[in-house]
């Protein structure tokens, strides 16, 4: 390809990115696309990121990116480098904005865990305990009081009854590197993230459904008015009669609910102060005031699907999700790096050094992995 045919492509691309970035009717993303497509110095980069999701209901930070582009573009110049500078910058600018879906199949794998990764175990109130993360059939276990059936989707069936006058506590313990999907003898699904600890009876009795959680969970609880399904964090109790929500209340961290479908009632333990939730609505529990907000729901319980999305973030925060899905441990270089921020939609089966490849394209760092321990340096 001559000089001129070359200049002429990739001035072509970057008028097209121009006119995005500025919002312009005359972008046509198709177009683009394909143009991309037809490059082969962009295609090998695209093959690269072949588990990239989509992202466009993620809204980017125009000015931002455009800064980002010229800038990358400019200092490879100074290498005269200009090809592959155009050809990377058009590559990041995709990762940032969600430009670019990939229409490949879904990968059903799972995160590469070393041998000795912990498996999701069922904690009866005797003490016992039985690792149930691995189970491909119906199964039956045979308790001091009870008999449970458990399915390979997670389905807990107890016969028996509980002793007269007492409750009998069962616990889902789900540790780093694992998620478990579980359906409760009044068929409420829950679906328990990684590091994750759900207490509950074996049978619900009384006028309530009350279960006690530690970490993250999206609950969709069967309906029943005449008794109200609720959860205890510990900070915070949220009661509802049939609705799905999502839970985060990690320790360290500030809890918070999050309303799907429905509506649920949020109370600070501490002071009785409550709020009503409607869908689309967040309340957490920070510098002990109970706050609301507008949220997007699909992007915060996107975990439950498989799906890691980081709207600008801080590192900071984006690693506390990775160390706890890989059961890794993160350093930074230094407290600066923390800062970087990130956006980008990742499948959560992915490999970390995947991850971390799709995370250096944008945030300008460097993922140094060495075992179960990540440094993360600035990007020379």
Request: charged residues 25%.
């Amino acid at each position: 390809m001559n000089t001129n045919t070359s200049k002429e492509k990739n001035d072509t691309s970057i008028k097209q990115f121009r006119d995005f970035i500025s919002n312009s009717q005359q972008f046509d993303k198709q177009q683009f696309i394909e143009t991309i497509k037809k490059d082969n110095v962009l295609k090998q980069d695209l093959n690269r990121l072949e588990d990239l999701c989509d992202l466009a209901d993620i809204q980017p930070d125009r000015n931002r990116i455009w800064w980002q582009v010229q800038t990358f573009i400019k200092n490879k110049r100074k290498k005269k480098r200009i090809r592959w500078s155009i050809a990377a910058t058009i590559i990041t600018s995709i990762i940032s904005i969600g430009l670019w879906k990939y229409l490949t199949t879904e990968k059903t794998t799972f995160p590469s865990l070393s041998s000795d990764s912990k498996e999701v175990q069922l904690i009866m109130a005797d003490g016992s305990t039985i690792n149930i993360g691995k189970i491909t059939q119906d199964t039956l276990i045979q308790s001091t009081t009870n008999q449970i059936k458990i399915s390979p989707q997670g389905k807990l069936a107890y016969s028996g009854d509980s002793p007269k006058g007492q409750l009998l506590y069962h616990t889902i313990y789900v540790p780093r590197g694992n998620e478990y999907h579980m359906v409760l003898s009044e068929q409420t699904e829950i679906w328990l993230n990684s590091e994750s600890e759900l207490r509950f009876p074996i049978n619900f009795e009384g006028h309530e459904r009350k279960v006690y959680l530690k970490g993250e969970a999206f609950f969709k609880v069967t309906k029943d008015t005449l008794r109200p399904f609720r959860v205890n964090t510990g900070k915070m109790e949220i009661e509802v009669l049939g609705t799905s929500f999502d839970i985060k209340a990690y320790q360290g961290t500030d809890p918070l609910a999050i309303l799907v479908q429905g509506s649920i009632q949020v109370k600070d333990s501490a002071t009785g102060k409550t709020c009503i939730l409607s869908p689309g609505y967040q309340a957490i529990l920070r510098n002990n005031q109970l706050d609301t907000c507008r949220i997007n729901t699909e992007e915060a319980t996107a975990w439950k699907e498989g799906r890691f999305v980081f709207r600008d973030m801080p590192l900071a925060q984006l690693t506390q999700e990775l160390e706890r899905w890989f059961d890794i441990k993160i350093f930074f270089e230094n407290n600066h790096l923390r800062e970087h921020r990130f956006t980008g939609v990742i499948k959560r089966y992915n490999k970390i050094e995947d991850i971390g490849a799709l995370i250096e394209e944008t945030a300008n760092v460097k993922f140094h992995i060495q075992g179960r321990n990540v440094i993360i340096q600035q990007q020379k």
